[in-house]
């Protein structure tokens, strides 16, 4: 057969005809769109499923997959569409986001998906809403408590009235609340000329260090709520290790990080605080300062997940000067080396079980305890592992995610009790509390360990 036997009875039309065919407008008005970065790009390789710790120990729970691109997918479609509900049994421990190689903003998805259900189909007159707004807004209750912190102690952690919590509202009774402070970190920051003495200790310090006296170092704190009602001291550290370096330390006006509000979908809640955390620290940001934080949570939040859910002005400021505690010393100051010259006596010379919250894992700062106290005489830390500590914040204290929390909580604990010690150390505070919860050791924090080796010291 001769190649002209081929000749085609088709003939191109102009490009784009019309005649007869409706145009198909495939994406409507691009305005009605969510078509925010990465959002089409999961290719379904399920690699977040199988990084999820809530998806490994329940066989109800679809997945991070499903839980963002699909049911994203799904609200782009269908005007009628319900979100499942099993958005609330994600932990929003964000480690999906590390593990997708295609730049889907799953955990963005997450919180805007369970930020709708609460909004759209959430009872407002249940009691699983008013348990997790409150848990979410701890920070209120907190407040009340710290004016009344001895017998806030005593009444939350007796039986009856834990029992009560559980029956009533779905707060788990197999918890012991933690104990508030008798003084919170912003009472002692006001008080004994913490704040107006800061400008003057850190300059003193930058003299005794050689370094000029002049010198324009200042940071700005985002203590959070833990820090402030529950471990203050873990913030005096922190103020005391800063100006130890020579920066003058500011404590803004602050509201909750906004972590606890994401995961239970109250974004309202969120939005509300953090205009008042992105307005003071963009102030503050203007005048040269940086934003330094103590809970890997907080951190977590100002640098990611404002500026995915929010556009007030100077979001984007804010998130590019916050830092992590350590990690701000680590990239500003010789940190190792003033390490390797130090040592640690006393209470806190330990061997300490690390664990790495999922948050730090999310801003690369996973291994930076384990390698910057390898070197510190009188301490020993020793890495337990990449698994999550299964709280994920206000999500362990469910009663109906008590056992899943524990679940995944599980290797944790056994790679705890494998290690050499029983003191516990990590950068959040409630994995913290389910590390204390699982194996009974104390835990500390590194700024804690810092302090005692550099200031102590000294
Ligand atoms: S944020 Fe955590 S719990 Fe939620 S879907 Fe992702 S990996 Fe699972
Ligand atoms: S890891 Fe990313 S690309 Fe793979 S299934 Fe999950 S969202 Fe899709």
């Given at each position: 057969m001769s190649d002209t036997e081929h000749t085609s009875e088709f003939e191109p039309g102009e490009?784009?005809?019309t005649d007869g065919h409706e145009a198909v407008d495939?994406?409507?008005?691009?305005?009605?769109?969510?078509?925010?970065?990465?959002?089409?790009?999961?290719?379904?390789?399920?690699s977040c499923d199988t990084s999820c710790p809530v998806a490994e120990v329940d066989d109800d729970f679809p997945g991070p997959k499903f839980q963002g691109p699909e049911q994203w997918r799904l609200t782009q479609t269908d005007e009628d569409f319900e979100v499942d509900?099993?958005?609330?049994?994600?932990?929003?421990?964000?480690?999906c986001d590390d593990a997708?190689?295609?730049?889907?903003p799953l955990s963005q998805m997450h919180n805007t998906t369970r930020g709708r259900y609460v909004d759209?189909?959430?009872?407002?007159?249940s009691v699983e809403y008013w348990r997790n707004r409150i848990l979410a807004n701890y920070r209120t209750s907190a407040f009340f408590a710290s004016k009344v912190p001895r017998l806030a102690n005593v009444a939350m952690n007796f039986g009856p009235a834990r029992w009560l919590m559980e029956k009533?509202?779905?707060?788990?009774?197999q918890r012991e609340f933690p104990a508030f402070a008798t003084e919170t970190f912003r009472e002692w920051w006001a008080s004994e000329g913490a704040a107006a003495g800061s400008r003057e200790r850190a300059r003193e310090n930058r003299e005794r260090r050689g370094?000029?006296?002049?010198?324009d170092k200042k940071v700005a704190y985002f203590h959070g709520c833990y820090a402030n009602y529950n471990t203050p001291e873990v913030g005096k550290a922190m103020i005391s290790l800063f100006e130890h370096f020579g920066y003058e330390v500011v404590v803004p006006e602050q509201g909750c990080s906004g972590t606890p509000m994401f995961a239970n979908g109250m974004l309202d809640d969120a939005r509300r605080d953090a205009e008042v955390n992105v307005s003071s620290l963009s102030d503050l940001v203007d005048r040269g300062y940086d934003a330094i934080c103590s809970c890997t949570s907080c951190s977590m939040s100002l640098r990611q997940e404002y500026p995915e859910l929010f556009d007030f002005e100077g979001t984007a400021d804010v998130a590019a000067h916050t830092y992590e505690a350590v990690e701000y010393l680590r990239i500003h100051e010789d940190l190792s080396g003033a390490v390797a010259e130090a040592d640690v006596a006393g209470e806190l010379a330990e061997e300490f079980a690390y664990h790495a919250p999922c948050h730090a894992r999310n801003q690369g700062l996973d291994r930076q305890a384990v390698e910057l106290f390898r070197?510190?005489?009188?301490v020993d830390v020793e890495d337990v592992g990449d698994?999550?500590?299964?709280?994920?914040g206000t999500y362990g204290w469910k009663e109906e995610k008590y056992d899943t929390s524990m679940a995944i909580g599980e290797e944790m604990f056994e790679h705890m009790e494998g290690a050499e010690g029983e003191t516990g150390m990590t950068e959040c505070p409630t994995c913290a509390m389910q590390m204390e919860h699982g194996t009974g050791y104390e835990i500390r924090h590194p700024l804690e360990v810092l302090e005692a080796a550099l200031v102590d010291g000294t």
């Open positions: 490009p784009n005809a495939v994406f409507g008005d691009a305005e009605e769109f969510d078509l925010r970065p990465g959002a089409d790009s999961c290719y379904k390789c399920s509900e099993s958005v609330m049994s994600c932990s929003n421990c964000m480690r997708c190689p295609s730049g889907v759209e189909q959430m009872s407002k007159f009533t509202m779905g707060i788990t009774s370094e000029d006296p002049d010198a070197e510190l005489d009188g698994s999550c500590s299964g709280i994920s």
